[in-house]
């Protein structure tokens, strides 16, 4: 079975610049997140998707920043326009519902790197 | 404010040897805690959830134990083997809210052969 994968692997743009972010849960899962890891610090949870709907986006740092999930599957998380402090490992995360809450582990993704120069 | 600390020292030991991992917390009313492992340009994998009404949990060379009491969670890894090298999370989900785990910075483990 395909693990979380995550697109580009590493991107690379000027400040100023759009970027998009992708990321393919493991099939069935309801649960999304995507998190970021600034250099240095821990990782930081941004946001989470139940199917297609936000369920907890308290972590989005400002409204650069977009995420959608179409349709209950693959999510995308757009960045425009890009500031230096935007510069990290995107991580998206991905579990099955559980009817309630999560109660286990989360799958994570290779992650995305993001250089803004 | 809610904190999740471990140590940010890099914690070296030698092949064979019992590994000691330590998750502290303050402010929080933890449900469950669980343990990750980090590898370079790599995103973390599970290893470990323990609950709060849990003492213990084991799995193959694993132990965690969680005291609610000290706000404190150890993770041990025996018989330790350079290929544990790595980063080890710990992330905190807190009963009431959202139940999104929340994760330290984590520990580097340095295993000597």
């Known amino acids: 079975e395909a693990g979380v994968t995550q697109f580009p692997s590493h991107s690379v743009i000027e400040k100023g610049q759009t970027v998009t972010l992708r990321c393919d849960p493991i099939?069935?899962?309801?649960?999304l997140y995507w998190y970021r890891r600034v250099m240095g610090k821990e990782i930081k949870f941004l946001l989470h998707f139940v199917k297609e709907s936000k369920q907890d986006e308290s972590g989005m740092p400002n409204n650069r920043f977009l995420a959608e999930r179409t349709g209950g599957t693959y999510s995308t998380l757009k960045v425009q326009p890009a500031e230096l402090e935007d510069s990290g490992v995107y991580f998206c995360?991905?579990?099955?519902?559980?009817?309630?809450?999560?109660?286990?582990?989360?799958?994570f993704g290779e992650g995305s790197r993001l250089t803004v120069l | 404010s809610q904190k999740i600390e471990q140590n940010s020292e890099a914690l070296n030991i030698q092949e064979g040897k019992t590994a000691t991992l330590t998750c502290n917390y303050t402010?929080?009313?933890?449900?469950?805690l669980q343990w990750y492992r980090q590898d370079p340009g790599r995103g973390p994998v599970f290893l470990l959830l323990i609950r709060e009404n849990e003492k213990e949990k084991r799995k193959e060379r694993l132990k965690v134990t969680f005291d609610t009491t000290l706000k404190q969670s150890l993770f041990h890894i025996t018989a330790s083997q350079p290929a544990d090298s790595a980063t080890y999370l710990c992330?905190?989900?807190?009963?009431?809210?959202?139940?999104?785990?929340?994760f330290g910075r984590g520990t580097s483990l340095i295993v000597h052969p």
């Open positions: 995360a991905s579990s099955p519902w559980t009817g309630g809450w999560n109660t286990g582990e989360l799958f």
């Open positions: 099939s069935g899962h309801d649960n």
């Open positions: 402010n929080y009313s933890p449900a469950y």
């Open positions: 992330a905190l989900t807190s009963s009431g809210g959202s139940y999104i785990p929340t």
